[in-house]
């Protein structure tokens, strides 16, 4: 079993949230999972952001959207690949 993982920050959520989530739109059909973080407590709200993927599909799909992410200015992605060995 394989599975990929997509983890993104934002540096800077409200310059570049729209942006992320059009290529998220995009790429929509290999979001099998998505989990968003950021540091936000009663009315303070954090800029920054850390976003979680479990991507499924094409590796070529995988890996495009991998570098769309990292050409939108204020956000770092990176692919996991992991997987688990049959005993």
Do not use: P, W
């Not at 479990?54 to 692919?79: F, M, Q, Y």
């Amino acid at each position: 079993m394989k599975k990929s993982i997509l983890i993104a920050l934002l540096r800077t959520r409200s310059k570049s949230a729209v942006k992320f989530q059009k290529v998220l739109t995009k790429y929509g059909c290999i979001v099998k999972t998505r989990l968003g973080i950021h540091d936000g407590v009663g009315g303070i709200c954090s800029d920054t952001g850390l976003i979680i993927l479990e991507l499924v599909g094409d590796r070529k799909d995988i890996g495009a959207l991998e570098k769309k992410l990292n050409s939108i200015t204020g956000v770092s992605a990176k692919l996991v690949e992991i997987s688990l060995k049959d005993k």
